[in-house]
């Protein structure tokens, strides 16, 4: 399933015009992902057969399935639109070779990542992702990098240790067989403190969010959509993973505040922050702050909840929508930064007569980040709303709808400025795969939410609270 | 090993570990450094874990403390005095605390676990089917292959990584020379490389060799290939080559790829890396090999950094190193 992926980063780097492999890669996994979404629900397979408490078992669950194929769209609109407009530095070749392979790995690790039910390999896909996302964050600013690099070595430092406790607790890192095992003592305690706070930083939730913001803000477009979309959401997958299958009898429902708490602080820190900024990324990488945030205030709905398929749903619904409208937003910021006559918000006058087509996917991205109907964002938001109410968890519930406030104060502020009178833009529109990828992304992000039973469904696709344990082959 | 050795074994890395952090010239920090590598590679060798004594010596002490040599040579060239800065004593002390107050945290953890490997059981019954004794080489290659093969990717990728960090205009060109300015130095090392070289190769073919069976394998030996390789280029004794060099590239992409081709050729056997009955032994060497060459190459390349010059470079002649 993730073998595609590394077949093409070998072919990548033995190959000069790596670029076009974009062609042929972008249907053949959107054609992978879509098999991997029909396939049967009890599907499982465990690498080269050895058997569990050694070997890694791969699972399509449901939340595997959803990551992947949206990562499959994303990855593979980003990737076309980069074919059509280079990525890199004007004139830096070194960038416009290496961007090719890192984001195959990029695309191998998340898609790995979905899958395994195992935390070591879980470890390694962390680091592929990450070390492609550092990589692809200093094509913009080194020194952004350089500390976001620095921050991810300790999250996975942490996130190690915590595997080797478990190792030495229980003989296995297996997800599935923890969940039968796990006792709260203190090494486990540790172990999930340890990893939970090291995947906190790689998922960016406040207060670790610090390297973000600069990192999304000044990488190149393609990269940023990247980072913003998929590298924060495999730590998210990773929680999902220990908190709700691994310790569900370890991790008490007052210690889902632990995340849900700061989750509902970063709604309102990011939306406050993204309405401070003058600049039109930096907008963009403090609204994936507060929309992270949205993530963790959803754990202790979900666990909260009588039924939690509906809160459940929520989240996973929320997170895609994300990831598309986002990485939308991310390439079509780009493409009116490149027209405009800087990169502050109030030089985009004029670009909604130049180039109304990338304004459009822009505003349709912020109409499913901010949750109106009928976006895929919005479903997510609401089916998390009704869990939240459902369950008498009014500040949650009042969050939500004060975030949802703000990001459209923020995002109608950088629509506004973009049809205000200006000057002319510097670069004439271009039609074509530039301008429709992220038109398609943030399209995509909006049909969602005709599709919400449908997602639904395939979110509960052997989730955690449907059946605990029984995922075993 | 008897327990005074092991006292006095602990001590001096406790010693070592404590010089290299107090010490305020940075050379001689490194020094300290490189030492406590190897003391605790041979603390590693007193557990029984010669697996992880070699690792830790190889990469630990000996990458490392070359990568921080060369770090401090260009903070150096760079007009830095490469002397460490001073903190405040509250910091110091807080830092301590901190530091104090996680470790006997960690210790109580590890302490609560009841010692008794069960693991180990579970591997014991499967060797015989691989038809190779090394039990630490049948966990990377045989039982636990996929997490070895996505990580022989990230050593490719980190490699990409570092590349992608060359300036504009040098690519495809070559790193920045590793060779040590000063003219006798420079004599000293160069003859030191030409002796190393041959016998890095020739341990580095004996690890990989015996990897199956003792301690040893891929990883190790392309550790040590790797350090020959640098010795040989800090001495100026063979070139480093253009990223671009087709044989380079095929050298570095050998190992993955090889790994990959039989991990899917598993699939014809029943699944993703699933090796046919009888001839696992035969796949795993064949990993085993073709990894050690491309871990020796991406490793003396990540260690020499992006690249800084471009190719119309007047130099040339010394290619040799292609792929070795």
């Known amino acids: 399933m993730a073998v595609p992926l590394g077949f093409m980063l070998a072919a990548l780097l033995a190959g000069r015009a790596a670029r076009w492999l974009i062609l042929p890669a972008a249907p053949a996994m959107a054609g992978l992902a879509l098999w991997l979404a029909l396939v049967p629900a009890d599907a499982a397979y ?3 057969h050895w058997d569990l408490p050694l070997g890694i078992l791969l699972r399509p669950d449901g939340v595997a399935r959803l990551m992947v194929a949206a990562t499959a769209l994303v990855i593979g609109a980003v990737g076309l639109h980069a074919l059509a407009d280079p990525p890199e530095k004007a004139g830096n070749a070194a960038q416009a070779e290496t961007f090719w392979p890192l984001i195959y790995l990029l695309w191998a690790g998340a898609n790995a990542g979905f899958l395994t039910t195992d935390l070591f390999n879980l470890y390694v896909t962390l680091e592929m992702v990450s070390l492609a996302a550092v990589a692809l964050a200093a094509m913009g600013s ?13 999250g996975s430092l942490a996130y190690l240790l915590g595997v080797a406790l478990l190792v030495g607790r229980y003989n296995t890192v297996d997800v599935t067989l923890l969940s039968q095992v796990a006792q709260p003592d203190l090494a486990t305690m540790l172990a999930l403190g340890l990893m939970t706070a090291g995947l906190l930083i790689k998922a960016a939730l406040f207060p670790m969010h610090g390297w973000l913001p600069p990192a999304h803000a000044a990488a190149p477009a393609p990269a940023s959509a990247l980072l913003s979309a998929i590298a924060v959401k495999l730590g998210f997958v990773i929680l999902l993973r220990l908190w709700f299958e691994a310790f569900p009898a370890v991790s008490g429902q007052t210690a889902l505040h632990v995340l849900g708490g700061p989750g509902a602080l970063a709604v309102i820190y990011g939306s406050v922050q993204a309405m401070r900024q003058q600049r039109l990324k930096a907008l963009v990488a403090y609204s994936t702050v507060a929309q992270v945030g949205y993530l963790f205030l959803a754990f202790p709905l979900v666990a909260g909840a009588p039924d939690p398929s509906g809160a459940w749903a929520g989240m996973m619904l929320h997170a895609v929508a994300h990831m598309l409208a986002k990485a939308a937003m991310f ?4 493409l009116m930064l490149k027209a405009a006559a800087g990169d502050r918000i109030g030089d985009l006058g004029g670009l909604a007569q130049s180039m109304p087509m990338t304004v459009t996917a822009f505003g349709l991205a912020a109409v499913s980040l901010m949750g109106l109907p009928p976006s895929g964002g919005f479903t997510g938001k609401f089916l998390l709303l009704n869990a939240a109410i459902a369950q008498g968890a009014f500040l949650y519930a009042g969050v939500m709808i004060l975030g949802g406030l703000l990001a459209a104060v923020y995002f109608f502020r950088a629509l506004s400025a973009c049809f205000a009178a200006g000057p002319a833009p510097r670069a004439p529109a271009t039609l074509g795969v530039r301008t429709a990828a992220p038109l398609v992304l943030a399209g995509l992000a909006i049909v969602m939410g005709f599709g919400g039973s449908a997602l639904h469904n395939l979110s509960a696709i052997a989730a955690p609270w449907a059946a605990p344990g029984a995922a075993a082959p | 090993m008897t327990g005074a050795f092991d006292i006095i074994l602990c001590l001096m890395i406790l010693g070592a570990a404590g010089i290299a952090l107090f010490v305020r010239d940075a050379l001689a920090a490194i020094a300290f450094f490189i030492a406590f590598g190897n003391l605790l590679g041979l603390a590693w060798l007193g557990l029984d874990a010669v697996n992880v004594a070699l690792a830790e010596i190889a990469l630990g002490a000996g990458v490392t403390g070359v990568l921080l040599i060369l770090a401090r040579a260009r903070l150096l060239a760079l007009g830095d005095d490469a002397t460490c800065a001073d903190t405040s004593a509250w910091l110091r002390a807080g830092a301590l605390a901190a530091c104090a107050g996680f470790v006997l945290l960690l210790a109580a953890a590890v302490l609560s676990i009841p010692p008794e490997s069960g693991l180990d059981r579970a591997v014991a ?19 636990r292959a996929y997490d070895t093969l996505l990580e022989s990717f990230v050593l490719l990728g980190a490699l990409v990584a570092v590349w992608s960090l060359a300036p504009a205009g040098v690519w495809p060109g070559r790193p920045a020379d590793l060779g040590v300015a000063d003219v006798p130095m420079r004599r000293v090392a160069r003859s030191f490389g030409r002796f190393l070289l041959p016998v890095a190769l020739v341990m580095a073919a004996y690890l990989v060799w015996a990897g199956s069976d003792v301690p040893g394998g891929a990883f190790q030996a392309g550790t040590v290939l790797a350090g020959g390789l640098m010795v040989s280029a800090i001495g100026g004794a063979i070139g480093l080559p253009r990223s671009d060099l087709p044989g380079l590239r095929v050298a570095l992409v050998l190992g993955p790829l ?3 081709l039989i991990g899917l050729a598993g699939m014809g056997f029943g699944g993703f890396l699933v090796y046919p009955e009888g001839s696992a032994k035969a796949a795993i060497l064949a990993i085993e090999y073709s990894l050690f060459l491309s871990i020796g190459a991406t490793l003396a390349l990540l260690v020499a950094g992006p690249n800084v010059i471009g190719w119309p470079d007047p130099a040339g002649g010394t290619d040799r190193h292609s792929d070795c």
């Open chain 2, 125 to 143: 019954p499967l060797m015989p089917g691989l038809g190779i004794e090394n039990r630490v080489t049948g966990v990377l290659l045989a039982f």
């Open chain 1, 46 to 48: 465990l690498v080269g």
């Open chain 1, 331 to 334: 390439l079509a910021a780009g």
């Open chain 1, 142 to 154: 080194l020194e952004a990098a350089l500390r976001y690099f620095m921050i991810a070595l300790v």
């Open chain 2, 258 to 260: 090889v790994f990959l």
